[in-house]
């Protein structure tokens, strides 16, 4: 949901809080794509305040992959249908994800780790790392984007669950 622009003098504070994030090494992309969306989306500003008075790293990090999930929740411009879940089907479908995320890391693995990963796709390893840990439903965004970094031609996605 939208939120309304954020005042002038909010703004100033977001691009310093984008050069404290640049004078971290996060991608450059990732700041100017967080800095833009926040300008619109109050919930990312607030993200980044808190990144910003966060002194312990792993805490950061999670900030940061929280700011990545709600930028491309803001960036979704469609509603996407897809087919009815039955709930005693959703053990199965974890056990299809982490065999689909694991398999995928494999081939990351092989083509230089999460770090190169992240400089490819410029998307923040913290969030690369969460996104290879969990068993929720990946997007289809961050899967074509991992997709295109790897020069994968296909991969084999459960459209089903993925979102």
């Known amino acids: 949901?939208?939120?309304?622009?954020?005042?002038?003098?909010?703004?100033?504070?977001?691009?310093?809080i984008g050069a404290q994030m640049k004078q971290a090494h996060l991608p450059e992309e990732f700041i100017s794509v967080a800095?833009?969306?926040?300008?619109?989306?109050?919930?990312?500003y607030d993200l980044m305040k808190m990144w910003t008075n966060e002194t312990d790293e792993t805490d950061r990090n999670e900030i940061v992959a929280d700011i990545q999930d709600m930028i491309d929740d803001c960036a979704q411009k469609e509603k996407l249908d897809g087919p009815y879940v039955k709930f005693n089907d959703l053990d199965g479908i974890r056990k299809n994800i982490r065999a689909f995320k694991d398999g995928l890391l494999q081939?990351?693995?092989?083509?230089?780790?999460?770090?190169?990963?992240?400089?490819?796709?410029?998307?923040?390893?913290?969030?690369?790392?969460?996104?290879?840990?969990?068993?929720?439903?990946?997007?289809?965004?961050?899967?074509?984007?991992?997709?295109?970094?790897?020069?994968?031609?296909?991969?084999?996605?459960?459209?089903?669950?993925?979102?």
């Not at 949901?1 to 310093?16: G, K, S, T, Y």
């Not at 833009?36 to 919930?43: R, W, Y």
């Not at 092989?110 to 990963?117: A, F, M, S």
């Open 1 to 16: 949901m939208r939120a309304q622009v954020i005042a002038p003098n909010l703004q100033v504070e977001l691009f310093e």
């Open 35 to 44: 800095v833009l969306t926040a300008i619109e989306f109050e919930g990312i």
């Open 107 to 163: 081939i990351v693995l092989e083509h230089g780790g999460l770090k190169k990963l992240s400089e490819l796709t410029k998307i923040p390893q913290p969030s690369l790392s969460r996104f290879f840990s969990s068993t929720s439903m990946p997007r289809r965004s961050t899967l074509m984007r991992v997709a295109k970094a790897l020069r994968l031609d296909a991969i084999q996605l459960a459209t089903e669950w993925s979102r």
